[in-house]
């Protein structure tokens, strides 16, 4: 067995042909075919259960469900027909019973029909002989067989709902009921059905069925026969003419069927019954309070489809199969395309305005071929294609669709690009490379490739292979150029594979070659060729070293260089395609029969496999996702079923890498912006709408505070009157205050005296009444004392008469047992004797039962001879009648037509009398409105009158206005164009800005790249200077050898060992006479560069060096300056300290002497002191340019070299 196990996921698809291919389960599951699977498909969860069909089904003709929801009978056909029953209340919807047709050869059976209590089946087998079986299916026991029909076909049969043993079978030209009876089906109607071709019933009540033809008429039967006819189309009518009428009408428009709406499904439901109505359409119709009446309420359609290319090829569809949940909430349809649809009939009813219209009720399936199928390696995204001509794009993580596109073309092959954003498709005329966008799926390329059933991107998305019958060309996906041609197949190339590095491509074909190529030079590397086979697969090993291929020799081959190394039979099943897990586990492969094998991988030498029951047709494509997660397969059938890999224990592969899906989509810059500018709509209409409601907020508010200052102003004005009312009240509560003390203590006084005297009293009362007490209680003594003595004397007495009792009653009882022994005997023998008289009865009435049902069985079959009979009798009376009817019709007719000429004459002359009588009335009534209008008119002519001499008015105020808005509209305009002038100088200004932004970008990358260049030099000549050093400290060690010549020899060979290696004296030599001539030519230049490079620097060394002198000299100066400005302050110290001297010695002289001396020496000690301020101000500035040139001369003392000058001194 294979170490991997493949387990069904999850199916997109339904399978058409199948009769009533949709049952509902319970409220929220359906049950449909697919594949060769049935699909439980739970609607809220959207999640799939799988009830897989037999093995080597052929097809699958009809599905039934019991009424109880719990069994399911699939009608299938292998190497005989069967109905295999499946229990769905089982987890695994376990199989249950198997039946066929006995002995009986049935090829097929066409529809069948579980019973109302679940135990009875029927099944209405296929031409030629059309047999119906009558089942009680748990038993396996097969109850009774009854020849329907000789021509066929028959659409459906059906159990009464009420009745077991009733049932209807319809179809072309028939319509009949029986009833199990003796062991038999007997039919109880007899019909003539030859002009309607009947397509589907339903029972409404035990009598009652609506049964629906192919020209769109509702034949409504009571107990077997015709009562009426509805029309899908028109309003019903139970009238016999009309039935005749439209039986007439039928019969004209039978020559032109297709364009009449056939009935081909009915479903019935408490309120009527829903039935389909021509393409598209179902029908509801419901109970009228009439009797037997129905009429139609509602329509709903299935709605146009805009990823079709006409829209309304959607609403073209069939309706196959109708179906409503238990519960009447929900109504189903399949179509003949292979859609599903549903509709909640709630909102059928609330929508009474509106065209109700169904929904997918999961996606939109394929309803054709599927002849392509990719995957992508960013994004979880399947890609199929269909001879439905559309192209489908679904999400295997959400069970999804993701995008539908249909072409006008059909598509042969798809391939979806690694990134997931691309598809390319293979049609009939070409093939297109499209963008995956949002929602939609846009060509932007196009190659001229002519009926592409083969094409595939490579690993890395940079070239895709296109196969064009024996051809496969490569074109390379950025530039869209045809690379190469690979030619070398004789036959049509079925299938290709690349390598995983994209170097190499693998290729087989009808032929019988497997031919591996070169992908970049296009050569053919190996081949592999046996013409006894036509390859229709082939894939590689996760190595790329082992190719693996199947065809139509049943065999699975693997083939390693150039040889085949093993080959693994399938036995008797086609392997049509092939596919490897990137673990290089495990195989897949497709067979015709739509099996899916899982084969272990290294090949086991016997056959060993695990095969799955998946399609109803030959599997055409397979893959396995890159995580191997899923195995992905499509089939002729059109579904795409997906698998999920695991081991034998159930879980997962373990995987290499951890996937993480890009989550990127395409969209256009137009749809952008058309999104984008929807959204600015609906934001301006969210911020119009915000706006509105803010003012009616206001406006609210406004309304509010007005309300609230008018309530406030009555609340005060109550809160003021109720203040006075309160002072009122508490006034007048003061005074009754005063007057209650008053009355209270009044009041206390009369109480004292009263309670004083009523106490006096009441002690005088007591003790009359304490002595009464005392004769009371002695008088109870006695009376308790003779008392006691009497009962003592009834006690005695009654026990004395209880023992008498006693006895008497026990006597009595022992005759009582006596009777009653006698009794019980006396009933034993009348039981015994009634059940002889019972058993003699019975034996009685079955003897007269007996003889009644011969009795009565004899005068059945007496009445059954009379009224065939007076069949015959009735239907040589009847074809007797209907000649007489058709003269007296043809007399009627006769009659009619005269009468009709006669009628249409006299109806001329009174239409004409009519006619004169109208048009005098007319004149009348035209007269008076002329009247009118001529005051009308008057009354017009003096309003007009009047508003003449207001527009007057009117047109002397606009003149007005005028002149008095023509300055405005002067200033405006100057404004406008001031506005202009300075718009032109800022977009001037604006261009001039954005020029300079860009000198300055470019300027800054120059700067950048230079500073590079610079610093790359400045480093490659810090290393040089370093080699020069190193190899000068090397010499000099050199140098000391130099009166020892063997050492000075060895000291400089490893000096020419360590700098000079091999490689450089080799290059040396072998250097041409040009390069040294170049090298001389370049080394000539340097040597130039570097003498220019030195003057330069001579002559800046000497311009430096007058700069420092001359910096120097002016330094010295101003040193001078500064110590002759020292020597003046001292002087004027000195002369101030002299005036102090003198200004003590001098006060001994005259008081007027004194005063001038004093003012002179005042005098000259301001000056003084004003030159002192002045010189330390100047004393500190110079100090701060010493500070300034005593840094300058630092800067240039570490760049240059010390002088021999030195300056002078400053002194202190």
């Not at 319509?175 to 059905?193: C, D, H, P, W």
């Not at 050569?523 to 086979?533: A, D, G, N």
């Amino acid at each position: 067995m294979a170490a991997v196990v493949a387990q069904s996921h999850h199916i997109f698809g339904l399978r058409t042909g199948v009769n009533n291919n949709l049952l509902f389960f319970d409220e929220h599951t359906v049950v449909f075919p697919c594949g060769n699977n049935c699909v439980r498909y739970d609607l809220d969860q959207a999640c799939q259960s799988f009830i897989p069909g037999t093995e080597r089904s052929q097809s699958m003709q009809a599905m039934a469900i019991s009424a109880n929801r719990r069994y399911l009978a699939v009608a299938e056909h292998k190497e005989k027909a069967t109905i295999t029953i499946y229990d769905l209340q089982h987890e695994q919807s376990r199989r249950r019973k198997v039946l066929t047709g006995g002995e009986l050869p049935v090829r097929e059976f066409v529809c069948m029909a579980f019973s109302p209590d679940s135990k009875y089946l029927i099944g209405q087998a296929g031409g030629p002989e059309w047999t119906l079986f009558y089942w009680v299916w748990e038993k396996h026991k097969i109850m009774a067989t009854v020849k329907t029909t000789s021509t066929g076909p028959i659409h459906q049969v059906s159990f009464s709902p009420q009745d077991n043993m009733q049932i209807c079978v319809s179809g072309n030209g028939l319509f009949k009921i029986f009833r199990y009876t003796e062991g038999a089906l007997k039919q109880t109607n007899s019909v003539k059905m030859e002009q309607h071709n009947i397509l589907s019933h339903a029972w409404m009540s035990k009598e009652r069925i609506i049964a629906g033809t192919e020209t769109g008429r509702l034949l409504v039967f009571e107990s077997g026969d015709q009562r009426g006819s509805l029309s899908v189309t028109s309003k019903p009518s139970t009238q016999e003419p009309e039935r005749k009428t439209d039986r007439r009408k039928s019969e004209d428009t039978s020559s032109s069927p297709a364009l009449l709406p056939r009935v081909t499904a009915i479903s019935p439901y408490s309120k009527g019954f829903a039935c389909s109505a021509g393409p598209g359409t179902v029908c509801l119709f419901e109970k009228t309070e009439e009797k037997d009446s129905y009429k139609k309420t509602r329509e709903i359609k299935i709605p146009p489809d805009p990823c079709f290319n006409d829209p309304t090829q959607a609403e073209q569809q069939e309706i196959s199969t109708l179906c409503i949940s238990p519960s009447e909430e929900t109504l189903a349809a399949s179509t003949d395309r292979g859609q599903l649809y549903h509709i909640t009939l709630s909102s059928v009813e609330m929508s009474r305005g509106e065209q109700a219209q169904f929904e997918f009720l999961s996606h939109s399936f394929h309803s054709g071929i599927i002849t392509g199928l990719s995957i992508c390696m960013r994004k979880p995204l399947i890609a199929t294609c269909s001879l439905d001509h559309s192209v489908r794009i679904w999400n295997f993580e959400t069970n999804a669709l993701e995008l539908y596109k249909e072409f006008q073309e059909e598509s042969y092959s798809v391939a979806l690009h690694p990134s997931g954003l691309f598809i390319l498709v293979g049609f009939s005329d070409k093939i297109r490379l499209m963008n995956l966008l949002i929602d939609d799926i846009r060509t932007f390329k196009e190659f001229t490739v002519r009926g592409c059933r083969e094409c595939a991107f490579s690993h890395g998305g940079h070239m895709f292979a296109a196969v064009n019958g024996n051809v496969i060309h490569i074109y390379s996906t950025t530039t869209f150029e045809n690379v190469l041609n690979l030619k070398g197949h004789n036959g049509k190339v079925r299938s290709m594979a690349w390598s995983a590095d994209d170097s190499r491509l693998v290729s087989c074909g009808m032929d019988g070659a497997v031919y591996e190529w070169n992908a970049l030079s296009g050569k053919r590397e190996s081949e592999s060729v046996l013409k006894t086979c036509s390859y229709t697969g082939l894939t590689l090993s996760p190595d790329n070293k082992t190719i693996f291929a199947v065809g139509s020799d049943c065999t699975l081959k693997e083939i390693q260089d150039c040889q085949i190394l093993r080959e693994m039979a399938s036995d008797d099943a086609a392997y049509t395609t092939i596919a490897m897990t990137h673990s290089g586990r495990a195989l897949f492969t497709g067979t015709a029969f739509g099996t899916v094998r899982a084969i272990k991988y290294p090949l086991p030498l016997q056959k060993d496999w695990t095969e799955y029951q998946a399609h109803s047709a030959p599997i055409t494509k397979m893959v396995v996702t890159f995580d191997d997660q899923f195995l992905l397969t499509v089939s002729e059938d059109g579904c795409l079923l997906i698998w999920k890999i695991i081991d034998k224990e159930g879980r997962a592969l373990k995987r290499e890498k951890e996937m993480s899906y890009a989550e990127e989509i395409l969209i256009t810059k137009s749809d952008l912006e058309e999104k984008n500018q929807f959204m600015l709509e609906l934001k301006t209409r969210v911020d119009e709408l915000k706006m509105e409601n803010e003012y009616q907020l206001r406006l609210k508010d406004m309304n509010y505070n007005e309300k609230i200052r008018e309530l406030t102003e009555e609340f005060i004005q109550q809160i003021e009157s109720l203040k006075t009312e309160n002072q009122v009240l508490k006034t007048e509560k003061e005074k009754q205050a005063v007057t209650h003390k008053e009355a209270l203590r009044e009041g206390l006084k009369k109480h004292g005296k009263e309670q004083q005297d009523l106490e006096s009293n009441n002690n005088q009362k007591l003790m009359l009444e304490y002595d009464k007490y005392h004769e009371l209680q002695l008088k109870s003594q006695q009376m308790q004392e003779s008392y006691e003595e009497k009962l003592q004397q009834l006690e005695d007495s009654k026990v004395h008469a209880l023992e008498k009792l006693t006895q008497f009653y026990e006597a009595k009882i022992q005759e009582k047992v006596s009777a009653l022994g006698q009794c019980q005997d006396e009933t034993r023998q009348q039981l015994r004797e009634f059940e002889e008289t019972i058993k003699l009865t019975e034996e009685d009435g079955d003897r007269e039962l007996q003889d009644i049902r011969i009795r009565y069985e004899n005068k059945l079959r007496k009445e059954k001879e009379t009224n065939i009979k007076h069949e015959d009798e009735i239907r040589v009376m009847k074809k007797k009648h209907d000649s007489l009817q058709r003269e007296l019709k043809n007399k009627d007719l006769e009659i009619d037509k005269l009468k009709l000429e006669q009628n249409k004459l006299e109806g001329i002359i009174k239409s004409l009398e009519k006619d004169i009588l109208v048009l005098k009335r007319e004149v009348q009534k035209r007269d008076v409105t002329i009247n009118d209008k001529e005051k009308n008119i008057y009354d017009l002519n003096s309003k007009n009158q009047e508003l003449e001499k207001f527009k007057f008015v009117l047109d002397y105020k606009i003149t007005e206005l005028k002149k008095q808005i023509e300055p405005r509209e002067n200033v405006i305009k100057e404004m406008k164009e001031q506005t202009q002038e300075m718009e032109g100088e800022l977009a001037q200004f604006q261009q001039k800005n954005t020029q300079l932004e860009l000198t300055i970008a470019d300027l800054k990358l120059k700067l950048k790249a230079t500073d590079k260049e610079m610093h790359k030099e400045m480093q490659r000549v810090r290393n040089v200077e370093a080699l020069v050093r190193r190899i000068k400290t090397d010499l000099h060690n050199c140098v000391g050898f130099i009166q020892e010549p063997k050492k000075l020899k060895d000291s400089i060979r490893t000096l020419y060992e360590r700098y000079v290696q091999q490689s450089d004296v080799v290059e040396i030599v072998g250097v041409d006479a040009d390069i040294q001539r170049e090298n001389s030519r370049q080394k000539e230049h340097l040597e130039r560069n570097v003498a220019s490079l030195k003057r330069k620097l001579s002559n800046d060394t000497n311009v430096h060096q007058a700069y420092k002198v001359k910096t120097m000299k002016e330094n010295a100066f101003l040193i001078k300056e500064i110590n002759d400005l020292r020597k003046e302050l001292r002087l004027i110290r000195a002369q101030l300290h002299n005036y102090e001297t003198q200004e003590g010695l001098s006060k001994k002289n005259k008081c007027k002497s004194a005063t001038n001396i004093n003012m002179t020496a005042s005098a000259g000690t301001v000056t003084a002191l004003k030159f002192e301020e002045e010189a330390e101000r100047i004393i500190q500035f110079q100090r701060v340019e010493i500070q300034r040139l005593r840094q300058e001369l630092q800067n240039l003392a570490l760049s240059t070299p010390s002088s021999s000058t030195k300056l002078p001194t400053i002194i202190t």
